[in-house]
């Protein structure tokens, strides 16, 4: 397949081709975190409108970590309205109000308001796992679902990361099927003398075209 994405996996980070939605999957450790900054940071680079749900980590962090992949000032972006983060991770334990300058959220929908709100040009969502802990599995299907086609009628992206081997079957291959493309990792760990080295793999899947791309050394 001539000029395919699937020999360049990470290119889809740079340039989600079409829009719609791209599910970063992949066991523990493996970067699925990373990555999805990593494809904010592209946006930003261009002065794409980029939004993030912040969901497993305190937003502070989140910030933090993805100041380190940007030359950009983060700070000045968010002033800007350029950069949006919504905090669903302070409410949960026992605090209503955080930083000021994140937007707290407690549930789905407002999640998806704040987006119809913002219109961001790239959207991510970290992590969707930790969001079915909290909600019904078919509520969280539906909620990213409704992201996924509100972004591909703008012609815009959103990614979503995805713990393997925490849900159901049905319900990991549920996202897979809405999903227009997979980001799929793995992490190998060899013993080489007296150390252990850690190797992270990903391929790029294209689950409605049953496409598949070959596994792909990270660096580290």
Not at 80 to 99: N, Q
Request: glycine content about 8%; hydrophobic content about 45%; aromatic content about 8%.
């Amino acid at each position: 397949m001539v000029g395919s994405p699937l020999s360049s996996p990470l290119d889809m980070l740079a340039n989600p081709v079409g829009g719609g939605l791209l599910l970063i999957l992949g066991p523990p450790g493996s970067g699925k975190s990373t990555l999805v900054k990593r494809y904010l940071a592209e946006g930003l680079a261009r002065e794409e409108p980029c939004l993030a749900a912040v969901v497993d980590e305190p937003p502070h962090r989140f910030e933090l970590e993805l100041q380190g992949h940007v030359k950009v000032d983060l700070s000045e972006k968010l002033k800007e309205g350029l950069l949006h983060i919504l905090d669903f991770f302070t409410w949960r334990g026992g605090v209503l109000v955080g930083d000021m300058r994140y937007k707290p959220v407690t549930t789905l929908d407002a999640i998806i308001a704040e987006a119809e709100a913002t219109s961001p040009w790239r959207m991510a969502v970290d992590s969707i796992t930790t969001l079915a802990f909290h909600f019904p599995a078919d509520s969280v299907w539906r909620f990213l679902d409704t992201l996924r086609v509100k972004a591909a009628l703008r012609g815009n992206s959103i990614a979503a990361t995805l713990e393997q081997g925490v849900h159901s079957k049905s319900f990991q291959e549920s996202l897979r099927h809405i999903a227009d493309y997979t980001l799929e990792l793995k992490v190998e760990e060899r013993r080489v003398l007296w150390s252990e080295q850690v190797r992270r793999y990903v391929r790029l899947a294209v689950p409605r075209q049953a496409q598949v791309g070959k596994w792909i050394k990270l660096k580290s």
